[in-house]
């Protein structure tokens, strides 16, 4: 391996030479993207390289087409092809493929050459001989010049997993590039926004898995399109250890959110893997398609599908386009009746563990980059109907009146009022409507919304006691009624006592400073997962004041490296306290 830094730094021949073999039998690629350096992150450099292939003349183009092997084809048989691609076509089976799958791949083979007078190529990692010949078959009834677009597209593909076994860097540029990556794919051009199964969706899901297999996992993606990567222990049958975070986003979202969770586990999950470094048991990485609820309603799609818990009676509901979520399934080529098939056996998992940026101000202020979830908050909701009586703004005394809003304004102040009066108790007026109201009418009626949240319920529970009966007081003393509905009570999810103790000896042995443990106040994939099996939460600081849900959330690098290395200790450390 080589580092990064080295490369930028190193003189063009040597660059040249460290680079030649990325692109097979074709230095002319390093050699026009040198002048370049400084590279950021790996992937800026494979950004080049691939722009640089993308934009060469045709000839050039089918030149580096035909200098790659045919796949299992003569001369692999024969012992002439470069290092990579003996290891790339043994790593998919090729080399052990059966008498008639051989048969079969030399035949197409023959034919794809006749009709492009090209060698077929394809990016294997990931693909078994089966998978290797069905796309060959369908790329056969390619026309040329798509077929010469997708053959360029495949080399792209095989230089990046040929550059993840060649260059080292520091995991968290790595991380805060490949954030950046994946936030390229949008429904929108000038904003991030990438909800479920939408085209941007989809190619979210193939990066991350070209991510996973670039990093050496083994990777899937499952009936709900959650993208499934393992890397394997010394123990295959140990319980694993799951880990991930949701890929969906909300609409003109921040990159942070979810996405955090699942690259920062490939990365430090590839170094392991490239250093030798094995587990005593499997991790599985997951990056779940839906958490967000944006574009079907309904929450947790991704995480319910492996908890065991996919409410099959969401299969029939609708995005604003009319499209049921058994539509779009289908339309992305995913098996409803495997949903069922995605859930995990809870005998055979030891514990979920989550990173996740703070989305708040806490850590920030705290001037901390990590601390350790305590658990996370349930909230109760409720509306509130406060019923008055109108009149003319201009002829009631105001000893007289009996008005909703001033009662509701009375009221919004009782929430802010006893919400702060403990630690770790949130509350929150978010709506607040005078229906049909006018400037020269009392209000009769106000409308508002109540959300509490803490991480003890009996707290929670307490401050919506307290509250209820202070909104009572107030209508009786105004002379005005209230209807209050509760429509939502969410119990608090608590994060494991032990994995919280193992989170904060890992960030105790990597910063050298106590953690600090915070609720969270937000819901996370963790919480569905905590139905079956224990969870633990890494929290990450973000910057611009904490805000999330926005394009203006951010998070450093330096944090991410941080976080990365408690991930890496964590695991090195749980063998030792797995039951
Ligand atoms: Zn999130």
Same mark, same amino acid.
């Given at each position: 391996m080589i580092a990064l830094e080295q490369l930028n730094r190193a003189?063009?021949?040597?660059?040249?030479?460290?680079?030649?073999?990325?692109?097979?039998?074709?230095?002319?690629?390093?050699?026009?993207?040198?002048?370049?350096?400084?590279?950021?992150?790996?992937?800026?450099?494979?950004?080049?390289?691939?722009?640089?292939?993308?934009?060469?003349?045709?000839?050039?183009?089918?030149?580096?087409?035909?200098?790659?092997?045919?796949?299992?084809?003569?001369?692999?048989?024969?012992?002439?092809?470069?290092?990579?691609?003996?290891?790339?076509?043994?790593?998919?089976?090729?080399?052990?493929c059966t008498e008639p799958q051989l048969q079969r791949l030399t035949a197409l083979n023959l034919q794809y050459r006749e009709r492009f007078r090209i060698p077929f190529i394809l990016a294997v990692k990931g693909h078994t001989p089966d998978s290797v010949i069905a796309a060959l078959a369908e790329r056969i009834a390619h026309d040329a010049n798509h077929e010469h677009r997708v053959a360029l597209n495949e080399i792209c593909r095989?230089?990046?997993?040929?550059?993840a076994e060649l260059i080292e860097e520091p995991w968290g540029e790595a991380i805060m590039a490949m954030l950046e990556d994946l936030a390229r794919f949008s429904e929108t051009d000038d904003a991030l926004s990438c909800s479920y199964l939408t085209p941007a969706h989809r190619a979210t899901a193939e990066r991350i898995r070209e991510y996973m297999l670039a990093a050496g996992l083994a990777a899937h993606v499952d009936a709900v399109g959650n993208v499934v990567g393992v890397l394997p222990g010394s123990a295959p049958d140990a319980r694993r250890v799951l880990t991930g975070s949701h890929y969906d986003t909300v609409i003109?979202?921040?990159?942070?959110?979810?996405?955090?969770?699942?690259?920062?586990?490939?990365?430090?999950?590839?170094?392991?893997?490239?250093?030798?470094?094995?587990?005593?048991?499997?991790?599985?990485?997951?990056?779940?398609?839906?958490?967000?609820?944006?574009?079907?309603?309904?929450?947790f799609l991704g995480s319910r599908a492996i908890a065991g818990r996919f409410d099959f009676k969401a299969l029939d509901s609708t995005d604003a386009q009319g499209i049921t979520l058994r539509q779009a399934l289908a339309a992305a080529h995913l098996d409803v009746a495997a949903i069922g098939a995605a859930a995990r056996d809870p005998a055979q998992v030891a514990c979920f563990v989550e990173v996740h940026i703070e989305q708040g101000p806490v850590l920030l202020d705290a001037g901390l980059a990590v601390g350790v979830v305590s658990s996370i908050a349930g909230s109760r909701r409720s509306v509130?109907?406060?019923?008055?009586?109108?009149?003319?703004?201009?002829?009631?005394?105001?000893?007289? $009146?009996?008005?909703?809003a001033a009662a509701a304004a009375e009221m919004v102040l009782a929430v802010e009022s006893r919400c702060s009066a403990d630690t770790g108790l949130v509350g929150t007026v978010g709506r607040l409507d005078v229906p049909g109201g006018a400037i020269n009418v009392i209000p009769g009626r106000c409308e508002f919304s109540i959300d509490i949240r803490s991480g003890s319920d009996a707290l929670r529970d307490a401050a919506h006691r307290d509250v209820c009966a202070e909104i009572q007081r107030i209508a009786q003393?105004?002379?005005?009624?209230?209807?209050?509905?509760?429509?939502?009570e969410a119990a608090g999810v608590p994060c494991s006592e032990r994995l919280q103790d193992a989170w904060a000896a890992s960030v105790q042995r990597v910063t050298g400073s106590p953690a600090r443990r915070l609720p969270s106040g937000a819901g996370h994939d963790a919480m569905m997962m905590a139905s079956f099996t224990d969870i633990g939460m890494l929290f990450v600081r973000c910057g611009n004041g904490g805000i999330s849900h926005h394009p203006h959330?951010?998070?450093?690098?330096?944090?991410?490296?941080?976080?990365? $290395?408690?991930?890496?200790?964590?695991?090195?450390?749980f063998g030792c306290l797995a039951p």
């Open positions: 003189a063009v021949a040597d660059f040249v030479a460290a680079l030649g073999a990325i692109f097979e039998h074709s230095p002319w690629v390093a050699e026009r993207v040198a002048g370049m350096r400084p590279f950021k992150s790996s992937i800026d450099l494979h950004r080049a390289m691939a722009q640089a292939v993308l934009q060469a003349p045709a000839e050039l183009q089918t030149a580096l087409i035909r200098a790659h092997p045919e796949l299992a084809g003569r001369a692999a048989q024969r012992g002439e092809l470069t290092a990579a691609s003996t290891g790339e076509q043994k790593g998919a089976g090729l080399n052990a095989i230089a990046r997993f040929r550059l003109n979202a921040g990159k942070y959110d979810g996405r955090l969770g699942i690259l920062l586990p490939i990365v430090v999950a590839g170094s392991m893997r490239r250093a030798g470094v094995k587990l005593p048991f499997p991790l599985e990485i997951i990056a779940f398609a839906e958490e967000e609820g944006v574009r079907f309603k309904s929450t509130v109907t406060v019923s008055g009586s109108s009149g003319h703004a201009g002829t009631v005394p105001m000893g007289l $009146r009996r008005d909703a003393r105004r002379a005005v009624t209230v209807e209050l509905t509760e429509v939502l959330e951010t998070m450093s690098a330096a944090d991410a490296d941080v976080a990365a $290395r408690v991930f890496e200790d964590f695991l090195t450390s």
